[in-house]
């Protein structure tokens, strides 16, 4: 499975972002996607999954300020990221739970104070 991610940029504290993740065969095939951050000089965090059920998860830190979603038609999960704090400040990936862990490139999101 091939992912693409989109949709980074810079914001300022408070704005708004919405990464978007395309993957190249049906999501409905995959167990879960989900998106990971790497902030410079920090380990990578999980931030968030969807599950084929559509259960989902979120780290604690974005709890009520992010939301997941899947589009099955269209083969892309999002993550709407809003309030947004300078610690957001990362690079996101977009991976996918299969018979394999799949990675897509990251996206840079920066937030200025």
């Known amino acids: 499975v091939q992912l693409q991610a989109s949709g980074g940029g810079l914001v300022q504290a408070g704005g708004s972002l919405r990464l978007s993740c395309a993957a190249s065969?049906?999501?409905?095939?995959?167990?879960?996607i989900g998106w990971y951050r790497q902030a410079p000089g920090k380990q990578r965090e999980l931030v968030a999954t969807?599950?084929?059920?559509?259960?989902?998860y979120y780290a604690d830190s974005v709890k009520g300020r992010f939301a997941i979603s899947g589009d099955n038609a269209k083969n892309t999960v999002d993550l709407h990221m809003s309030s947004l704090k300078p610690e957001d400040t990362a690079i996101y990936y977009c991976t996918a739970w299969g018979v394999a862990q799949y990675w897509g490139q990251g996206t840079q999101v920066t937030v200025s104070s």
């Open positions: 969807i599950s084929l059920g559509g259960s989902t």
């Open positions: 065969r049906s999501i409905v095939s995959l167990n879960a």
